[in-house]
């Protein structure tokens, strides 16, 4: 059984630093690319970033770009993101999920309150 | 970026009710296109993949068609457990954007 789950959310401060982690079992962690999808209180879903199989190329979408940076470590099957000067909008559940063309297995999520 | 824009937003219906959920991608993404549900708490689940695949285990009272800009989700037979918010997600470029979502409520 594929599982996925998320820790390291919790309540920082505006500007603060936040790593999270994902930890794979029950696939082959190494042969897939690995996504992390955040979701705002009450709103909708949207892509953060995600990481090739061998962490050689990585995409952010633009409101993270040069503040979050995703990466992997195959040895330990684990997904992170460093989430650095952190805004109040980054506000929400994050989830890492299995992707590719499409995301089958997905985490139950961290929640992340960015708050003074 | 590839902007999805789903209609409508919400709708009620009763079970047994046939339901279509419509998601227009701004650009050309050939059969690039997923279908997920959600409900409260939990984390997504994919329904369909690449526009009309079945993904495993998912009923069959739903499917989805659709190619380049125009793509839609169906479900057959509104079931009480269908009840939920439903996401059209494009993995055509990143980043992979989801639609706005479109919530199916009971009347």
């Known amino acids: 059984e594929v599982q996925l789950v998320e820790s390291g959310g919790g309540l920082v401060q505006p500007g603060g630093s936040l790593r999270l982690s994902c930890a794979a079992s029950g696939l082959t962690f190494s042969r897939y690319w690995m996504s992390w999808v955040r979701q705002a209180p009450g709103k909708g879903l949207e892509w953060v970033a995600n990481?090739?199989?061998?962490?050689?190329?990585?995409y952010y979408v633009d409101s993270v770009k040069g503040r979050f940076t995703i990466s992997r470590d195959n040895a330990k099957n684990s997904l992170y993101l460093q989430m650095n000067s952190l805004r109040v909008e980054d506000t929400a559940v994050y989830y890492c999920?299995?992707?590719?063309?499409?995301?089958?297995?997905w985490g139950q999520g961290t929640l992340v309150t960015v708050s003074s | 970026d590839i902007q999805m824009t789903q209609s409508p937003s919400s709708l009620s219906a009763s079970v047994g009710d046939r339901v279509t959920i419509t998601c227009r991608a701004s650009q050309s993404i050939s059969n690039y296109l997923n279908w997920y549900q959600q409900k409260p708490g939990k984390a997504p689940k994919l329904l369909i993949y690449?526009?009309?695949n079945l993904q495993s285990g998912v009923p069959s009272r739903f499917s989805g068609s659709g190619s380049g800009t125009d793509f839609t989700l169906t479900i057959s037979s509104l079931q009480p457990e269908d009840f939920a918010t439903y996401y059209c997600?494009?993995?055509?470029?990143?980043?992979?954007?989801f639609g706005q979502g479109t919530k199916v409520e009971i009347k």
């Open positions: 690449g526009a009309s």
């Open positions: 997600q494009q993995s055509y470029s990143t980043p992979h954007t």
């Open positions: 990481i090739k199989e061998d962490g050689s190329e990585k």
């Open positions: 999920a299995r992707s590719g063309s499409w995301y089958v297995y």
